[in-house]
């Protein structure tokens, strides 16, 4: 039963990853200078959303939390869009209502954003029930981070998707860190794996730092899942290689361990692979990146010109 | 009209709305096992037994209800809801805001409250004035099976999270039910009793201890009006107002701890919208701020009774009061 | 350093036993005349909560859960202020403020009951902390129930104790029932000894319904957390032989699998064996009934002439 | 005096308790990491860091207090506190009643509250009501570093679980802080500003809106008294009761949402008995009900004003008003 997953070239693994780049490159300038919130970036973990994100198809759902832009943006989302979100704006995908913390945005399939650490872990059982019971073909996504994973809602969500067979691919972005905290002062062990297997859910650790080896796991993950109807749980080993929140000194944080994995970013290793083996030149390298600084440009004068929202959205939305 | 308890009123109200809409499904801790003729009718996949998780129970119906389900939950005595307070009150009262509408959230969460059965502050804690102060929530509490039935109706078919409470007092008394298909509009309270001295405002059991003090207060003269609130959010403030402005005097009671509670916005309404009709001070009656006891008369000596509201109303005709 | 546990006769652990069935049977026949209110029984247990409280020192905390009754009589409570309590009157416990569901004894060490399920565990961690914090030689032992442990907090609480080396024994009275669903509606494994393992807590399986070897088992598993201070956990496999609640007609359990428990009841097989091994007769036997039924009369008599709590007692022990 | 924002205020607190009290310790998500300098001098078993959870936070806080330890512990943002409802309401809260006084909960619950970083709906979440509705539970929330130093040095010496909420808006505004052993009884409001025509009640930020508002309001000729509340569990009935008994009139304002707010307690409070002395209706302001916005207009229009609290004093003075 077991079909192919498509081909996807890399090249437009990069691509993504660099969009995401420049995209949170703009709001940690902006946060400096004051003109963009501070916000919690991905810098570092992009190959774990664009590896995940391409692995599914058009009737997945996304749950996903406060480090979201990787994933929106490999979802498609218009990066102005997001922009006018995080700066407060009514053309933003929430109407400015969210900022950049809880951004969903149904159209993309990207449902139920919370920063309620945690949250995306309760929420996503009644997603894939809703999937069940209507008989539609999607998975559902759920991507949380190591420290989310703390959280008593993870036992209850895996405990429930397992018992009652619901289709979810849980994605631990294990980034090392919990805000201020790393893992190793959190966790009793050492994978979230480890947990993941106690509830016989299938759970497997990879290279998140490695868009293509995330890619296939992804691919197989939802193989899994599409096919058995039962969770399966991914955990894609990352760092978060800055602060938590924009701006973030960092003194924190042990340098030799920070050191080693900047050597490993995903970008620079991605492409310098795809240059190697010869799928990239340096011409199409530099159209990349100038292609993206483009993007980004006109996602910033969409965001700028967007308006504030009217006095009377205060209290709009609020009911059905 | 058949009469029905409380309890089968839930039960027929669900089974009505099942039938009608396929994306109606119940799930909670037992709720399978006793309400089985749900399951016979719609089996084991609408009608569900859960682990002991009410996080993920309430978290589940939160994720279903934004991707097109109507979930109904129970979540048993209302102190549990503080497992599930989060999908609740982060979840499902402000997604919707956050997400700039492109979400709704019809679920209903039922839980039982209040005194009756001696079970203790961990099963007896009247909660619904933290969902009234919750942004995005409904709140409705019934005092008898037919307002319950009614109201639960259009609860499920109301697109927004309605948080529903059972009077665990009033849970296996019976009541004239009408058949077929009755609804209640959420918001709009119930002229329990004329009268035009003296406006008692209650919901839940306290309904019927106003109702025994209007009683004994026709026997000295005062005519008092009594105000079944039915739903907590939205209030019917219109009726309130209307109310007071006619007798000019409010005695509001419930079992919940008064401060913060429902009666404390509903004294501070009329102090700032009925203030010219007043003719004496406003009187609040509801629980101590203490837990409930398990010994029984400790927790009958919780809920205000109707002697002591009736002598509230008559401290209120009091010349020497104010 | 493992020093020998304390020989303990087992006739004095069929004594508690038959003391734990004789008080709740008072209970059940209590709430059926309405003289009693309905509380949840232990009956079928009682070699769980023995075996478990046997292997403890006077120095040893303990939390328990609505489920109580065997823990606290085993640990030497008097069940007339017990029976005051469920009773709802002065002399209790908990000066009848309590009932049945949340009885703690400080002078006993029973510390911190609680009747939201998963409470227990949540409180177990700072009871530790306390123990450690201060250098106290005792360990806290945390009673639980199959249910508590798909509460969320049970993933928290053994995470933190893990890391934190708390010295915790956490005892799942795996009594196949949660109230009213069975617990393969409400795990995803059969043990909840296969989640415990997933923190790196040692956890063992024993046969809840033979007292003795839950006693051995709750000693070496005390002896073990005394020692590495840090904690195990032991899931007693036994079964609720009453309904949740008295009273409760049980028309949802399997008759067959409760015929087969009843066929284990862990008194009549402590009593028989006893007997087989002559280490107990007939006339013993006899004398020990003889025993039970006056400290219980003895209880109820107590009971009866304890007074309701004063009304002033509404508003007593809000505030320290 | 020092200088101190409210922050380092905070820290101050923590730094002489725990000099003073071995048995006071501190922990949660990252304040081993924030504030350092308690790590340098107290180690790391009394400031910790914990795994991101605070269900079990909250929990063994509770647990310790029981057993002899009085724990600090900071749960972050206000909305957070929604995973330890029930290790703060029906443990904390509760178990002391329930066990007919046998064990006392000194416990302190650190929480962010409020607009000022357009963190949005599930940041910013005005919760302190909730806790004075709940039995057994003091709460606290000042509006200026000394204060805060103050009150939080009495909230650790308490016998009784405290909620000590933090207005991030004004977290790091510096203020003078007297050297030393200062205390606060808790339960005692401050009169920030004496007036006799009408008293405005807040607490928190909004405290220094009513500041602003009475001083625009000097300028027409009326003399509002401004109290900030400073505690409200206990609250200071008798400051409010006094000062309304004094102007006749009286605003609560608030960022928390106006239903079943704190707002109402004291309009209601008020209204019963205090309502001789009226004599207009009383104002409550405080946010919608509605969830906050991350988008900084929306945010800061939720929160009360100097110039509609004014503007609300000057209505209460027109003759066409009641
Ligand atoms: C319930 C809750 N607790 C705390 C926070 C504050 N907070 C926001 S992100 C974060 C760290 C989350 O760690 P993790 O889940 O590993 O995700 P990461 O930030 O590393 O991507 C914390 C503590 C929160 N938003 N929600
Ligand atoms: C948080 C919470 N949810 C539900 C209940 C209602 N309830 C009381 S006991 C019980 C079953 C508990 O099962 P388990 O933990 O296995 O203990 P057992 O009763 O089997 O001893 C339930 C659902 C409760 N008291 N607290
Ligand atoms: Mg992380
Ligand atoms: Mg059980």
Redesign the pocket.
């Given at each position: 039963m077991a079909t192919q997953p498509p081909q996807i070239d890399p090249r437009q693994l990069l691509e993504q990853m660099m969009l995401i780049r420049a995209y949170e490159e703009i709001l940690i300038a902006g946060s400096v200078t004051g003109k963009i919130p501070g916000t919690?970036t991905s810098v570092g973990q992009e190959a774990a959303a664009v590896g995940v994100v391409n692995a599914l198809t058009a009737a997945d759902l996304i749950l996903t939390?406060?480090?979201s832009a990787g994933h929106l943006l490999a979802r498609g989302a218009d990066p102005g869009r997001l922009l006018a979100e995080v700066m407060g704006r009514s053309d933003g995908y929430c109407k400015g209502k969210s900022g950049s913390l809880h951004i969903s945005a149904k159209e993309l399939g990207v449902v139920l954003t919370s920063?309620?650490?945690?949250a995306e872990l309760s929420l996503a059982p009644g997603v894939a029930l809703s999937q069940t019971m209507f008989g539609r073909p999607g998975i559902v996504v759920c991507f949380?981070?190591?420290?989310?994973a703390c959280?008593g809602s993870f036992h209850e969500s895996l405990n429930l998707a397992a018992l009652w067979q619901l289709p979810i691919l849980y994605v631990c972005?294990n980034?090392q860190?919990?805000?201020f905290v790393h893992r190793r002062e959190a966790m009793s062990r050492e994978h979230v794996t480890d947990w993941a297997a106690s509830y016989g859910i299938p759970a497997r650790t990879v290279d998140g730092n490695d868009v293509v080896s995330v890619l296939a796991a992804a691919q197989a993950a939802t193989a899994q899942v599409r096919e058995s109807r039962r969770p399966c749980l991914l955990e894609t080993w990352t760092y978060?290689s800055r602060g938590?929140f924009e701006p973030d000194d960092q003194s924190y944080v042990d340098s030799a361990e920070r050191e080693a994995w900047l050597a490993r970013d995903p970008i620079a290793n991605c492409r310098d692979r795809l240059i190697a083996d010869g799928r990239l030149d340096a011409t199409e390298a530099a159209a990349l990146v100038e292609k993206i600084a483009s993007r980004i440009a006109v996602a910033q004068a969409f965001a700028d010109a967007s308006p504030f929202p009217a006095a009377d959205e205060l209290t709009r939305d609020v009911y059905a | 009209m058949p009469s029905l308890t409380l309890y089968d009123a839930v039960g027929e109200a669900l089974g009505e709305e099942m039938r009608r809409n396929p994306g109606v499904l119940v799930f909670g801790e037992g709720v399978a096992t006793k309400r089985h003729a749900l399951v016979e009718e719609f089996g084991p996949l609408r009608v569900r037994n859960t682990p002991l998780s009410e996080g993920i129970i309430a978290g589940t119906a939160v994720g279903a209800a934004a991707t097109g389900l109507r979930p109904v939950i129970d979540l048993l005595f209302a102190p549990f809801l503080c497992y599930a307070m989060d999908e609740l009150v982060n979840s499902a009262g402000k997604l919707r805001y956050i997400s700039g509408g492109q979400f709704a959230f019809p679920l209903v969460t039922l839980a039982m409250t209040g005194a009756g059965w001696g079970v203790g502050a961990q099963h007896n804690h009247n909660l619904e004035a933290w969902f009234v102060h919750s942004p995005g929530l409904k709140v409705v509490m019934p005092s008898n099976p037919a307002d319950a039935k009614a109201l639960l109706k259009t609860a499920i078919r109301d697109d927004n999270p309605v948080l529903f409470f059972l009077d665990i007092g009033l849970l296996y008394q019976p009541g004239e039910v009408p058949l077929g298909d009755q609804q209640l509009s959420l918001g709009l309270a119930a002229i329990a009793r004329e009268g035009q001295d003296v406006t008692l405002v209650s919901y839940g059991k306290t309904v019927h201890h106003c109702l025994q003090a209007a009683h004994t207060l026709a026997e000295k003269g005062i005519a008092a009006e009594v105000i079944d609130l039915r739903s907590l959010k939205p209030l019917d403030e219109a009726a309130i107002l209307a109310s007071v402005t006619k007798t000019g005097r409010l005695i509001v009671v419930h079992e919940a701890n008064r401060l913060c509670g429902v009666g404390a916005e509903i004294a501070a309404l009329v102090a700032e919208y009925a203030f010219a009709a007043l003719q004496a001070p406003i009187i609040r009656l509801g629980g101590p701020d203490a837990p409930v006891a398990s010994s029984y008369p400790l927790e009958q000596a919780f809920v205000p009774q109707a002697e002591t509201i009736a002598a509230a109303a008559q401290r209120l005709f009091s010349p020497h009061y104010a």
């Open positions: 919690c939390n406060h480090r920063t309620i650490v945690g949380f981070g190591d420290g989310a959280e972005e980034n860190w919990q805000a978060r938590h | -």
